[in-house]
């Protein structure tokens, strides 16, 4: 089914691109509308506050948010929004479809420098160095029979293979009626990494009164076995027989809230939280010490 899947992709792709050289390029809104934006025109800010991202892993710190760049171009079939990009299949006024290409979410926690870390609507690009921390105290999780007290095998980082991260394609579907999101995503792992499928639903509902915007958000990311137990599960080459550990797929959720109030033409300022449940598939993992993530920031945002 992946081979099916993987060809059907890569198709879609190339008759994507074809559209996208084709056609000739429209505006579909007026210049200067606040809720929408200047095809064929690049969108450039950056944040700079103070922030911070939980990390579930053992033996880990908290992910600093200092500086959250934001980048996106709208073309007449093509999109960048930060690390995600795509072609336009189908659009309407409410509706749209879309064929796009995303990184991974999870290697985000494995590496504090992980382009994940600085934007926070896309996931990252693949680092294979992972962080040298010493040794790892793996979490007694109830998974480990083999092991007395508190404390499973110590392990070191240098003994795990390399959490890799993924490039995931697939369709993206998006419907908005008055004022509220809804957006599902079915994607696959295409670069061989852990093959591995992905299905995330969204529900988002905006308010904007004055200078003030608000956004609240509502999801949930399935994940199947390849993915969670690529990147949390133990192996016998990683670990000693009592800590092997093998996942099942899993349902994380999601729920976030962001506020931007506009200063001047320049400069808006931001508050960003969300608050992400792990799976058990995950939570169980002897890599993981915590069964949720948290994540805020508060700074202001400069418009180039």
Not at 53 to 60: C, H, I
Not at 184 to 202: F, Y
Not at 225 to 251: F, H, K, M, R
Request: with cysteine; charged share 20%; glycine share 8%.
């Amino acid at each position: 089914m992946h081979k099916y899947l993987k060809i059907l992709l890569d198709l879609c792709f190339c008759l994507s691109f074809c559209i996208t050289v084709l056609a000739k390029a429209e505006d579909r809104c007026e210049l200067g509308g606040d809720d929408c934006d200047e095809v064929g025109r690049w969108q450039l800010s950056m944040g700079v506050g103070l922030g911070a991202r939980t990390n579930p892993l053992v033996d880990s710190k908290n992910i600093p948010l200092i500086l959250i760049p934001q980048i996106s171009y709208t073309g007449e079939h093509f999109f960048i929004q930060n690390l995600d990009v795509g072609f336009i299949l189908l659009e309407s006024e409410w509706q749209q479809l879309n064929l796009f290409m995303t990184p991974s979410y999870d290697p985000i926690y494995f590496y504090n420098n992980h382009p994940g870390n600085y934007f926070f609507d896309s996931q990252g690009f693949t680092i294979n160095n992972i962080q040298k921390v010493g040794d790892v105290v793996l979490a007694n999780n109830g998974n480990n029979p083999g092991s007395e007290g508190p404390q499973a095998k110590v392990a070191s980082w240098r003994d795990l293979h390399t959490r890799r991260t993924a490039g995931l394609a697939g369709l993206e579907y998006s419907l908005t009626l008055n004022q509220i999101d809804f957006q599902a995503q079915v994607v696959h792992d295409i670069t061989g990494v852990h093959d591995g499928d992905e299905i995330r639903l969204t529900l988002a509902k905006h308010w904007q009164k004055g200078k003030h915007r608000l956004s609240l958000a509502v999801g949930a990311n399935w994940q199947d076995s390849a993915v969670i137990n690529y990147y949390y599960g133990l192996s016998a080459q990683e670990t000693d027989a009592a800590s092997i550990y093998t996942a099942s797929s899993g349902i994380s959720t999601l729920a976030r809230f962001d506020w931007n109030y506009k200063v001047t033409e320049d400069w808006d300022l931001r508050f960003f939280t969300s608050y992400r449940q792990l799976p058990t598939a995950i939570s169980a993992s002897p890599l993981v010490k915590d069964d949720k993530v948290i994540t805020a920031f508060v700074g202001g945002v400069y418009h180039f």
